[in-house]
């Protein structure tokens, strides 16, 4: 292996540096039972958007020559299509892995590239693994660097950060020095952008954001393995990825590189168990607490939430709008509507974000009656609370604190729990029980193959 120059080592030569002595060998057991349990949800979440209207168009926009997968799909596909169309399959419902504090969705950036590149070019499962929580490692901790700032600028940090998850993760199947992960670093730099002003009309770009991070980490691994260069001071320089990003902030690249390899920053990955922003959660699960009392919608005349700061710009306002979602993708985004399509449903799932729900009369009554108030002392984004007072036209009161994300650190999802998910994901794509099961197969013992062959029995 080449190594790199120990004069004024850059964070991304640093970080190459990392990368390239990493071997399967030196992931602790969590880590690689984390990548397994990222890869059964976001297998099923390929199956759950395979009849989508985006997905759709993503595939009548792609090429269809190649011999990689993309899952639930006929034919193959060349690398970069197939991680395009799984990443947005995969983070195309918001049903996807978050990372709490930095508020990314490395599953779905980082699986697809890894992927693509083990099945182009003959990978093993274990290569797989490695290169899966390698990226997602990279992806979560360039998050941790400056928390909030990227979207307070107006940009999706997955959108952001995901080209570098991917480069990283696609380098390791590709077996780049660690001079070429610096380079493929300082390209990724060029091809990091998503904003989001989906906010404003529910459109769809944020569901292209994942995807297309994911092809553009695959493109970077590939130019750096082949020569081409980029700036070695990608991450600090004057005009790099946090001043561009980020101009509001002061790095900490500490939180990139402190116990790298020591500490596994993917160990804290929250699994959703509803499929909407990851915000959204605490607070549904407080409104469906409510309606467990026994309560009718029609008895409560207002229910005021307190939230972090940090929350208010994307979950929360323009208020009017969150109170009438335009799409069903927008109401995703909107506390207002998740809650009350909580206590009336009971559920946030698959099926509450249709043009028929968020056109219900019910639906749209009770979350007009839904309101915020900042609480400076709220933990966002180090911990994800939710909270709710309801009062009724008796004039009585009940509140209700969810103190942790379910599916979080605090609250992790067990293995049942993610197992459900999935075999509802794969029900709800039309896929039978024995397809379902030998996906759920593959997921779950991919460290044991010689390569990644098996992918194609998916393609249907």
């Known amino acids: 292996m080449d190594k790199l120059s120990s004069k004024t080592t850059s964070v991304a030569e ?60 006929s034919g193959g596909f060349d690398a970069a299509s197939a991680s395009l169309i799984n990443g947005i399959a995969i983070h195309g419902e918001d049903f996807d892995d978050s990372f709490e504090e930095g508020i990314v969705h490395s599953g779905a950036v980082v699986v697809p590239a890894v992927l693509a590149a083990c099945e182009r070019f003959n990978r093993s499962g274990t290569e797989a693994v490695l290169g899966i929580a390698a990226g997602m490692e990279v992806m979560c901790r360039l998050s941790l660097v400056a928390p909030t700032a990227i979207h307070r600028a ?22 780049l020095t660690s001079l070429q992960f610096a380079a493929a670093f300082g390209l990724a730099g060029s091809m990091a952008g998503g904003i989001i002003e ?74 959703k168990p509803y499929a909407c922003g990851t915000i959204c959660q605490p607070y549904i699960d407080c409104a469906i607490e409510l309606a467990q009392r026994n309560l009718q919608a029609d008895a409560i005349t207002d229910i005021l939430c307190e939230v972090g700061e940090g929350s208010v710009h994307r979950l929360w306002e323009p208020l009017g709008e969150k109170h009438r979602p335009a799409t069903p993708y ?73 103190p942790h994300l379910r599916g979080g650190t605090h609250a992790p999802l067990t293995q049942a729990d993610l197992v459900a998910k999935f075999k509802a ?35 249907r």
């Open 14 to 73: 640093g970080l190459s540096q990392w990368l390239g002595d990493l071997t399967y060998e030196k992931l602790p057991t969590a880590a690689k039972q984390q990548v397994s349990a990222v890869l059964l949800d976001v297998a099923g979440l390929c199956i759950a958007a395979r009849n989508t209207d985006y997905v759709k168009s993503v595939l009548a926009a792609s090429s269809d020559e190649g011999i990689v997968t993309a899952i639930g799909h």
């Open 154 to 175: 107006g940009f999706h940090p997955t959108a952001i950060l995901g080209p570098f998850g991917a480069a990283a993760g696609a380098g390791i199947a590709l077996r």
């Open 198 to 271: 989906y906010l404003s009309d529910g459109s769809w770009t944020k569901r292209m954001h994942a995807g297309w991070a994911a092809q553009s980490g695959i493109r970077a691994a590939l130019l750096a393995k082949n020569g081409f260069t980029g700036p070695r001071t990608v991450f600090e320089g004057q005009h790099g990825l946090f001043a561009g990003f980020a101009p509001d902030a002061i790095p900490d690249f500490k939180r990139l590189t402190d116990d790298l390899g020591a500490r596994w920053e993917i160990e804290r990955l929250a699994f």
């Open 330 to 402: 927008a109401a995703k985004f909107s506390v207002p509507y998740c809650l009350a399509v909580g206590f009336i449903d009971g559920d946030a799932g698959l099926l509450q974000f249709t043009k028929a729900r968020i056109s219900d009369q019910d639906v749209i009554k009770l979350t007009s009656k839904v309101r915020y108030i900042v609480d400076p002392e709220n933990e966002y984004p180090r911990n994800f609370t939710g909270h709710l007072r309801a009062t009724l036209r008796d004039g009585s009161t009940h509140e209700i604190r969810t």
């Open 425 to 459: 994901n794969t029900n709800f794509g039309g896929w039978d029980k024995e397809m379902s099961d030998q996906l759920r197969h593959f997921c779950e013992n991919i460290d044991r193959l010689p390569n990644m062959e098996g992918l194609a029995q998916f393609r």
